[in-house]
């Protein structure tokens, strides 16, 4: 338990200090959107760690001192797609990251466009910024589609990103999957962490389950929860650092002691 709670630190310690210090040039290279979702990223798993060390509802309630291992299962499953999003628009394949960062954009700001027509009491500012965005969604359909045209890409997988989001038809599984995280820990972590996701009675039947625990088994849930964190975190870490460094980052990042921690998980989960 120890062990794993320790690596989480590490690994949380080295990558907000690492990316606080790489802002400004993420900045300067107008990499805004890759820098939101790292932000994201780390915000999720810094809330994670703060429910992970535990609560308690005392001021009301004498000894209630408790992990809320459901809040922080739910906030690992966000740091997972949020994972999976940048690895999907930036790491995954090099040459598609202008392509896929378009449909990303169009697929966020079509989304906008859905969820705010049903408000009557919009601003007039907020009508004005919507009706500048459906320019912006205008030039962004065409350059998507004439990259698809240009490089062969089936109209029908066109027709679904536009439609569905940039994730087309596909489920977070499906998606997941196809990420550069072990096939072994896709599985396992998304059986681990779906029951938590929703308020549907397999989740509630899951949180009674939890309370019956005893302190072994409960410090075993929390060793699971840090397991699967860390191995995120770490590949988090070994994908961030090479990307920016690829950008022309002049920093020779110490991740040794990481890679080697890695490696033991990518052993598990071969």
């Known amino acids: ?39 994201k990223f780390i915000a999720h798993m810094n809330t994670f760690k703060f ?17 809320d291992h459901s809040s922080a299962k739910i906030i690992l499953r966000s740091a997972l797609e949020c994972y999976v999003t940048i690895s999907y ?14 449909l990303y954009r169009y697929s966020g700001l079509q989304d906008r466009q859905k969820r705010l027509k049903y408000f009557s009491n919009l601003s007039n ?6 009706d500048g965005e459906k320019i912006l969604l205008d030039q ?3 350059e998507v589609m004439s990259f698809g045209k240009l490089h062969s890409i089936p109209p029908k997988h066109l027709k679904s990103s536009l439609e569905n989001g940039w994730r087309g038809s596909r489920g977070w599984i499906e998606i997941t999957s196809e990420s550069n995280l072990k096939k072994k820990y896709v599985e396992k972590i998304y059986s681990y962490l779906s029951g938590y996701t929703h308020s549907g009675y397999d989740c509630l ?11 072994v088994e409960k410090l075993g849930n929390s060793l699971v929860s840090y397991h699967f964190a860390n191995y995120l975190q770490g590949r988090f870490i070994k994908e961030y650092t090479h990307y920016i460094n690829n950008m022309g980052y002049k920093k ?5 002691s990481i890679l080697t921690i890695l490696a033991v998980y990518d052993e598990l989960y071969k």
């Open 252 to 256: 020779d990042f110490d991740i040794d």
């Open 1 to 39: 338990m120890e062990d794993e709670k320790k690596t989480f630190h590490e690994f949380r310690s080295f990558l907000v200090l690492n990316f606080q210090e790489s802002v400004d040039f993420l900045e300067e290279h107008e990499q805004i959107v890759f820098y939101a979702l790292t932000k």
């Open 89 to 102: 628009v930036f790491w995954d394949k090099p040459n598609l990251t202008d392509f896929r960062l378009k």
């Open 205 to 215: 039947m899951q949180l009674i389950a939890d309370e019956k625990l005893d302190e």
């Open 140 to 142: 962004l359909k065409d």
């Open 51 to 67: 429910i992970m060390d535990g609560t308690n509802y005392n001021d009301l309630i004498g000894k209630t001192d408790h992990i």
């Open 125 to 130: 500012l907020h009508i004005d910024k919507l």
